[in-house]
């Protein structure tokens, strides 16, 4: 069974930075689309980051919301997907959840969509003070 494990949450001051780990087990980094969703209290969940790689290809797709200050990347070494938070702004703050689809799934398409997601880790606080 897939098991997604956040880490790396926590409070910062704006403009400083975090960084998220998702340890994905019994999830086979080949053909694979991963990212990261979060959810603000009284929000929707929303796409933030994702990857898409296969065919020896990768491809990073980020939320406008987020361009330049986040950046998504994996270590297949370390079967270790990352998100690298810069710059974080308040409205930041929120539920950070590691996403991954179907095994075998490798659509670049664009930013990972909530209806293509077949795992999801528990979620990692993350909240940015002014």
């Known amino acids: 069974q897939v098991q997604l494990v956040e880490s790396g949450g926590g409070s910062v001051q704006a403009g400083g930075s975090l960084r998220l780990s998702c340890v994905p087990s019994?999830?086979?980094?080949?053909?694979?689309?991963m990212g990261w969703f979060r959810q603000a209290p009284g929000k929707e969940r929303e796409g933030v980051a994702s990857?898409?790689?296969?065919?020896?290809?990768?491809?990073?797709y980020y939320a406008d919301s987020v361009k330049g200050r986040f950046t998504v990347s994996q270590d297949n070494a370390k079967n270790t997907v990352y998100l690298q938070m810069n710059s974080l702004k308040p409205g930041d703050t929120a539920m950070y959840y590691c996403?991954?689809?179907?095994?075998?799934?490798?659509?670049?398409?664009?930013?990972?969509?909530?209806?293509?997601?077949?795992?999801w880790g528990q979620g990692t606080q993350v909240t940015v003070s002014s």
């Open positions: 019994g999830y086979t980094f080949r053909r694979y689309c």
């Open positions: 996403a991954a689809a179907a095994e075998g799934v490798y659509d670049y398409s664009g930013l990972m969509s909530i209806a293509s997601v077949r795992y």
């Open positions: 990857i898409a790689s296969g065919d020896g290809v990768t491809y990073f």
